[in-house]
């Protein structure tokens, strides 16, 4: 068997859970130090006296950084390795994170936010390539779309610390405690091994299978024959037939930027670029602003905090229904339901005034946009080649990142410079997710079941 195929017929292990929880708790933490700034804006806009268009920027620079850590982290992963650029990353958004808590003015935290971005969009996509190349064929959307379900509970953590830390000791302290991330990266070095599938691509084929051995025989427990053990380490002739798979076939290649765009992979490139470029949009733009938007509508701070933890909460259902349908009914069907989900309840969510309306139709949201958020890690590596893997979903999800930047900025423009309604704000973003919708339908091709090297 080729290294590709034995990662792909592995059963479900102690080692798969293993990978998934050390990768997803760096999920959440990625996801805990995003969501702080979302509670911390509010505060700052009445202990700064900052205007909205000022949010709005506090917002988007770290996007930019995010758009920027993409595009260089993918390219690097597939250089030096999916293991380093996850640790690296994690440790720098930390940090950076920390420097937050220490800003004396608006202008100190733009440049402290950047840094975080970039750590945390250089993570993500990194993130997501290590853990589908290790998955299972039969259960890779199931367990990318539960990677992605921390993100939720780093949102709750991030929600609760704001709620609970931040009206009594100031809102330094909760930036100082998404620094402590950063000592996670020792437990994480020891628990997850490099990418079977990268060092095959590097030619590093004794190691690549090294590796499939230590994991065949963890799975010994899960009901794997010991035949299959047997053979998933040999050092046969493998070694020396090159034309097995795809990313062998790739050995000591390189993915370069031009190649997304050749006739193989632009319809898959054009397709993700629009899907994370509208989801992007949406979600930071609802999100971020989302406790600023409530205490516009007039709800008090600490009430502000407790309904985004409320909405948080409908996250965690969403990504755990969307883990059940994607391996069941497929990516591209239940991406579009997800996504059209979202759309209608922002439609309605503008609309609302009464507590009530804005608590469920708001949780409804939360609920579709993060399923969503599931499907698209999942779907984005598995429209690229192993050599090309990391790049591809890099640059992806930097485009999408440029929507991030752009959606705090629109929306403090069209509060502030404009004096638009929360109304007209959430019927732009009815409006570009079903333009997501159209993409899906029409650029879209379902990859489920499919062998990650195809």
Known sequence: MSISQRLENLPVSRFHYILLM????????????????????????????????????????????MAIGAILAGSIADRIGRKRVFAMTLVMYSIATG????SWNYSSLLIFRFFVGFGLGGQLPVAVTLVSEFSPVKHRGKFLVLLESFWAFGWLFAALISYLIIPRYGW??????????????????????????????????????????????QALG?????????????????????????????????????ELFSSKLIRRTIFLWILWFGIVFSYYGIFTWLPSLLALKGYSLTKSF??????????????????????????????????????????????????????????????????????????????????ARATGSGWAAGFGRIGGILAPLVVGKMLGAYKM??????ILFTGVLILVVLDVLLLGEETKGSPLAE
């Open 22 to 65: 050390t990768a997803g708790i760096g999920w959440m933490f990625d996801s805990l130090d995003t969501g702080i700034i979302s509670f911390v804006l509010p505060v700052l806009m009445k202990s700064w006296q900052l205007t909205t268009e000022q949010v709005g920027n506090i917002g988007s620079i770290g996007l930019v950084g």
């Open 99 to 102: 420097l937050c808590g220490l």
């Open 172 to 217: 330094p302290i909760a930036f100082f405690m998404g620094a402590l991330p950063a000592l996670y990266v020792f437990f994480l070095w020891s628990k997850i091994p490099e990418s079977p599938r990268y060092l095959e691509s590097k030619g590093r084929v004794n190691e690549a299978e090294a590796i499939c051995e230590r994991i065949a025989r």
């Open 222 to 258: 899960s009901g794997m024959s010991k035949d299959y053990v047997h053979n998933s380490g040999a050092q046969d002739d493998f070694r020396h037939k090159k034309e097995e798979t795809e990313s062998v076939q790739q050995v000591k290649g390189e993915a370069r930027f031009a």
């Open 306 to 387: 407790s309904y985004v933890i409320v909405m948080t909460l409908a996250q965690i259902p969403g990504y755990f229904s969307a883990a059940y349908l994607v391996d069941r009914i497929g990516r591209k069907p239940t991406m579009t339901i997800y996504v059209l989900g979202t759309a209608i309840c922002a439609y309605f969510f503008g609309q609302g005034t009464s507590a009530g309306t804005i608590l469920t139709v708001g949780s409804l949201m939360s609920f579709f946009n993060l399923g969503a958020w599931g499907i698209i890690y999942t779907y984005t590596p598995e429209l690229y080649p192993t050599h």
């Open 421 to 426: 309604s929360t109304q007209s704000v959430f």
